[in-house]
């Protein structure tokens, strides 16, 4: 069998599997590899098909970051192979090929370790009750779309629904890619509506109001850096020293470039990759948030002083401590909110994360173009920055309505 390791975007390796019979679509000319029988339609367009005829079948699979990688994943599928393994396992059903593709995504580390964690509830819960027994290569848009009615049906929202259809897309995009299925019918599955839930961010004077209550806490320079950020919660925690530069006058700056994160219940505390490829950023930070953090420093020192030599400072570096250099709990930094909120008077309804949300609301309301306010909240994408706050780009359309009413008047019958 012949086979080969290259380089695109990523690593991939590919298998020769010889001549096997497929059919070719009279409109969209796409082929469809003939499993069991011939198939009728096109499995894309609904075009009739050709003849069956004998074509050159390869596998393939991507996403190593290293050729080691590749080789070794390649090594293992031919050992498979030479054991009898059936190259195109057409009764893998998607309960064990979801499995399988988890457990060889987790053991890649090519998900976040909370993302790994939500795929295999959703994978359990979800996504094998509903489909589970079906074959992977009978798997159609229909079964995708009864994932998540029966999601729905258990009065669970369309944000949990999108994950499992994400999950499901994402899985199946690699076994098309491997050659295991010829679409992934997940793209034209239905996409779950639901009413978007209404962001309600603290005002800039509750924010105020709950620095000044957080003074004399551990708490408070975490709050005040995602204050004057909108970095999520395990980015600023994960914040060191050496991430900032803090002149005496003017603005500063600091780079993101990981979080900190506990994977699971009752594991330790750990650095990680930011949540998206555009979360890694250097942001400018005002003069304000430089005064204080210097002031921060100072104070961190005064205490590893105090410690001394005979007391271990658990690091060097950190910026937000629990008083002795070691991290602060993320989980706490969220409980902490809530009781700070608490004996602030504040709503019980603002959140941690709604820091982050005022932060966005202001760089909006400020006339922040939304692709840089994007790049500075280390969101995905601008048009997710858009969605996420059409409420907010609405208000100033209106004011930029009534501003255009007011510089060219009227006189009220219709006519400028």
């Given amino acids: 069998m012949k086979n080969f390791i290259r380089h695109r975007s ?39 098909l050709t003849e069956p005829r004998p074509e050159r079948r390869q596998r393939w699979q ?36 979801l499995r399988r593709w988890l457990a060889d995504r987790i053991a890649r580390k090519e998900l976040r370790p ?39 049906a258990r009065g669970l929202s369309a944000s ?45 004077e509750q924010v105020r109001t709950l620095l000044q209550r957080a003074e004399g806490t551990p708490w408070v320079a975490p709050l005040t850096i995602a204050a004057f950020t909108g970095a999520r919660r395990g980015e600023v925690l994960g914040l060191a020293w050496s991430d900032f530069d803090l002149p005496s006058e003017g603005r500063g700056s600091l780079a993101i470039s990981r979080a900190l994160q506990r994977p699971a219940s009752g594991q330790p ?21 430089v005064a204080f953090l210097r002031r921060h420093r100072a104070e961190q020192r005064r205490r590893l002083l105090l410690i001394g030599s005979d007391r271990e400072w658990a690091t060097a570096d950190l910026v937000c401590d629990r008083g002795d250099g070691g991290p602060l709990d993320p989980d706490g930094f969220t409980h902490a909110f809530k009781r700070i909120a608490k004996n602030a008077g504040l709503p019980s309804s603002l959140s941690l994360h709604g820091l982050r949300h005022a932060a966005a609301t202001q ?29 907010v780009l609405q208000k100033m359309t209106e004011a930029g309505a009534d501003a255009l009413g007011a510089a060219y008047g009227g006189n009220g019958s219709g006519h400028p």
């Avoid at 969209?28 to 609904?46: F, K």
């Avoid at 819960?125 to 074959?135: K, Q």
């Fill in 363 to 391: 760089l909006l309301e400020a006339g922040v173009e939304v692709k840089v306010a994007s790049a500075m909240l280390g969101h995905s994408s601008s048009s997710f920055t858009a969605d996420q706050y059409q409420h």
């Fill in 160 to 204: 949990s629904q999108k994950q499992a259809r994400a999950l499901m897309g994402r899985a199946l995009q690699d076994a098309a890619g491997a050659g295991l299925i010829s679409i992934n019918v997940a793209r034209v599955s239905r996409s779950p509506v639901g009413s978007r839930r209404k962001v309600t961010p603290p005002t800039a």
């Fill in 62 to 97: 991507a996403g190593f970051a290293l050729k080691k990688d590749a080789e070794a994943a390649r090594e293992a599928e031919l050992r498979r192979l030479d054991q009898g393994g059936d190259p195109i396992p057409s009764d893998e059903t998607i309960s064990d090929y």
């Fill in 269 to 289: 505390l750990e650095l990680v990759e930011p949540k998206t490829e555009n979360a890694h950023r250097r942001l400018s930070i005002p003069p304000a948030l």
């Fill in 114 to 152: 909370r993302t790994a964690q939500r795929y295999e509830q959703l994978i359990a819960n979800d996504i094998v009750p509903a489909i589970g027994g079906v074959r992977l290569v009978k798997v159609r848009a229909a079964e995708i779309n009864s994932v998540m009615d029966a999601m729905a």
């Fill in 10 to 48: 990523t690593w991939e390796y590919y298998l020769d599997l010889g001549d096997q019979l497929a059919q070719r679509c009279n409109e969209c000319a796409r082929r469809t590899w003939v499993e069991r029988r011939p198939a009728e339609l096109c499995p894309r367009c609904g075009g009739t």
